[in-house]
């Protein structure tokens, strides 16, 4: 995919949500000069110079190190800044102010600049100086006071919703504003905080505290309005079965065996059904545990009932089909070995550019102060000298070619 071919983004991103905005434009065509501190993204701590973690947001990107706490590293960002189409940043609200880099600033140097920033609560109100990662915003967010079991603690989703979430609405953000600065020839700033970019998916949640006045509570995988809405035992792992519409349980139970059951008194509308969930349940729950999980979905699927085998992360590596479609590739890196590496969710007729590896720290160092910025070599072994920039830290890597 190309659509966006001749875009240079200015990606001073780090963990996930910026990276991740960055790297959905890298996958459009975008070139991003991924902009680190001289200690690197914070991330690639986690596991290496270049390990997984960093590897999985980053492909597509060039790498270059910048000292902004030196004025000098200050005035090169200005330079790339006049030259570029986007920035990406999602440090705390207040950071690049502080820095002499303010968003109003910038864009009085690039009128036609896409600045784009990303924080836990946004750049302004109360909350705006409190740091934020995924659990806080889960928290904060409400959903964590609706997900788990009604006599545990609050519980926090595994995957990091509120920094794709955001990461991800962010890149929304940077193409709409792209479009219309198509048709206006101006620039803008857009902002997108964690907080609301988790606010749209809990629609249900919503809907139900209005409906009825009472705050939504952890009930488990149960639904408060669709019955049956549950994970079942199988004879050797689990299921997940729901019934949207009645049809679809009417369905069900004549996979269970027992058609009768659609037109039992107690389970003819979602409202009986939720009203009796714990009876429904083991009604279920009596079946699926006589049969595999295989069984199970084959079973329901033919009937077109929505079910799902709850797949472990294992699983999920080693589905071909995830493959044979592109959401997943294999790599290979030179210390943790073969990888599975998930792509950019987004499909269009075109297939997708084949992404470079994730670079390693300072590996775009010539091609952005030398070719972009027009820097002599001269002045960027000075600026290595004066802490302005770090030279290239090589380190492990991911191979460039997919591995079978």
């Not at 596991?47 to 270059?64: C, T």
């Not at 002499?100 to 109100?125: K, M």
């Not at 027009?374 to 997919?402: C, N």
Request: proline share 6%; charged share 20%.
């Amino acid at each position: 995919m190309s659509a966006l071919l001749g875009t240079v983004v200015v990606e001073l991103g780090q963990i996930y949500n910026g990276p991740y905005a960055g790297y959905l434009l890298a996958s459009g065509g975008a070139t991003v000069y991924k902009i680190e501190p001289p200690r690197g993204d914070y991330l690639r701590a986690r596991d290496g110079e270049v390990g997984l973690h960093f590897a999985l947001l980053n492909a597509g990107k060039r790498s270059a190190v910048l000292n902004l706490k030196h004025p000098r590293g200050c005035e090169l960002l200005r330079e790339m800044v006049r030259r570029a189409d986007v920035v990406i940043e999602n440090y705390a609200p207040g950071t690049m102010e502080r820095l002499g880099l303010a968003p109003e600033s910038l864009r009085d140097e690039n009128p036609r600049l896409i600045y784009a920033t990303s924080s836990g609560y946004g750049r302004f109100g109360q909350r705006r100086s409190m740091p934020a990662m995924d659990m806080a915003i889960q928290a904060a967010s409400g959903v964590m006071s609706a997900t788990g079991f009604p006599d545990r603690p609050p519980v926090r989703s595994a995957a990091s919703v509120a920094d794709f979430f955001s990461g991800a609405h962010l890149y929304g953000a940077i193409v709409t504003a792209l479009l219309e600065r198509e048709r206006t020839g101006n620039g803008q700033i857009v902002e997108v905080a964690m907080l609301d970019a988790m606010l749209p998916a809990q629609a249900t949640l919503f809907a139900a505290y209005f409906a009825t006045g009472a705050t939504p509570s952890p009930n488990g995988n149960r639904h408060a309005a669709i019955a049956p809405y549950d994970v079942y035992p199988a004879r050797d792992g689990w299921i997940a079965i729901l019934c949207g519409v009645d049809e679809h349980w009417h369905r069900l139970a004549g996979a269970v065996g027992q058609p009768s059951l659609a037109d039992d008194p107690r389970f003819m509308t979602d409202e009986l059904r939720v009203a009796n969930n714990d009876i429904l349940d083991t009604i279920i729950a009596s079946w699926t545990s006589e049969h595999s999980k295989s069984d199970i979905e084959s079973a329901l699927a033919a009937r077109d009932v929505p079910c799902a085998v709850v797949r472990t992360i294992s699983d999920v590596v080693m589905d071909d089909e995830l493959f044979l479609r592109g959401a997943l590739r294999w790599v290979h890196h030179d210390r943790l070995g073969r990888l599975a590496v998930a792509a950019s969710p987004m499909r269009f007729a075109e297939p997708p550019a084949e992404l470079d590896p994730a670079p390693a720290l300072g590996e775009g160092n010539l091609e952005v102060y030398g070719n972009w910025l027009g820097l002599h070599s001269g002045e960027i072994d000075r600026l290595e000298g004066d802490g302005v920039i770090a030279p290239m830290r090589v380190g492990d890597r991911f191979s460039s070619r997919d591995c079978q």
